[in-house]
């Protein structure tokens, strides 16, 4: 196993809570005359590759719920990440997608938000 020496995620210069999970993918965006022809050739004519990260909180607190909403709740803002396919820690603008967080509040007031997800996709 490799100990991480890079911050894991930062946003607009920010340093997050390091996630429980993270998931680095790469995004082929192809013109919109792609397609198989008649003789079932494939033609993908990439145009372009975005990066999308996969986060997730297992457990987080409310207080952590906002400071992590709050940051990725511009329309577009700077992420500062390990990218996979450099081997460099990178920053490059990101949108974030749906964010989505299962709570639920017991009879006695006990509440727990199971996690918070959700995916950062390059602009």
Known sequence: MQKSTNVLL???G???PDPSEFEWGLQDISASDSG?????MM??????????????WNGPTRATCAEILQAVNPEYFTVEYPDLMSGEQET???YVGDRT???????????????????????
């Open 36 to 40: 198989r022809t008649q003789d079932t």
């Open 92 to 94: 490059r603008t990101f």
């Open 101 to 123: 967080a299962p709570y639920k509040v017991w009879w006695d007031g006990y509440e727990i938000i199971s996690k918070l997800s959700f995916k950062l996709i390059e602009v």
């Open 14 to 16: 920010r340093k997050l």
């Open 43 to 56: 033609h993908k004519n990439r145009v372009g590759q975005k990066r999308t990260i996969q986060v997730a």
């Open 10 to 12: 930062r946003v607009n």
